[in-house]
């Protein structure tokens, strides 16, 4: 069991564009879904903390306009990353927080990750 | 604010060696959680463990084993054994609030196993 989806996989695509990336837990509801970004030979960075129903919080330097974040159910979480450029070219990952699990803990469960590639 | 160093960027060893994978974390709070995750290189991350912040008892998995030390704010990793399927990234990481928070990931360390 928690199993996490994230579609797509890989995405190449025009400079400009915006692109949308799906975060679905599959067989356990997440009120909290995080993204995470890792630039090559880097480590993962937070970006974003998703709450279900309500607005996402962004940690320091994300842009919020930039990285739209929709939580509209308790299984699925979209980042939209609008007006893509090469600078934005990374390996986005999600995670969903198992709202099942622990009384003191709710462990976290990944996706498989995203590589976007903008020319 | 939370922080997990790892200061092996890359470590390479021959099949069969034994190797320690360094973490160390900085956090305020009394109740926290460490982990290590590996990260082959098609991307995904594989869990390996979990440890809690109130339970001190090392953990063999295997060739895997972990020594979490309070006193030195430290959980480091050895592989017994390595092969050289053991090759990737592996990264070590901090969360608390009960995993509330997102993770916070060290540098993580490049692991070559040579045949």
């Known amino acids: 069991g928690a199993v996490v989806s994230q579609h797509p996989s890989w995405v190449i695509c025009k400079s400009g564009t915006s692109v949308k990336i799906e975060c679905r837990s599959l067989d356990f509801q997440a009120t909290t879904m995080f993204w995470y970004r890792q630039f090559p030979k880097q480590s993962l960075m937070l970006m974003a903390t998703s709450n279900e129903g309500s607005k996402a919080t962004y940690e320091q330097g994300v842009e919020k306009d930039k990285f739209l974040i929709n939580h509209a159910s308790l299984t699925l979480s979209t980042l939209t990353v609008t007006s893509a450029h090469p600078e934005d070219s990374s390996f986005y990952i999600c995670s969903a927080r198992d709202r099942r699990t622990g009384q003191h803990f709710k462990p976290q469960h990944f996706g498989d990750g995203t590589r976007l590639s903008i020319l | 604010a939370q922080k997990v160093t790892q200061a092996q960027t890359e470590i390479s060893v021959v099949e069969k060696e034994d190797v320690t994978l360094d973490c160390v974390y900085e956090?305020?709070?009394?109740?926290?959680?460490l982990f290590w995750y590996k990260q082959p290189p098609s991307g995904e991350l594989v869990f390996l463990i979990r440890?809690?912040?109130?339970?001190?008892q090392n953990e063999i998995s295997g060739r895997y084993s972990w020594n979490f030390q309070k006193s030195t704010s430290s959980f480091n990793f050895t592989i017994t054994a390595s092969q050289v399927v053991d090759s990737a990234v592996y990264f070590c990481a901090l969360t608390v609030r009960g995993g509330a928070d997102g993770l916070t990931f060290g540098k993580g360390t490049h692991l070559i196993i040579q045949p």
């Open positions: 956090t305020r709070d009394t109740t926290y959680y």
């Open positions: 440890r809690n912040s109130f339970d001190e």
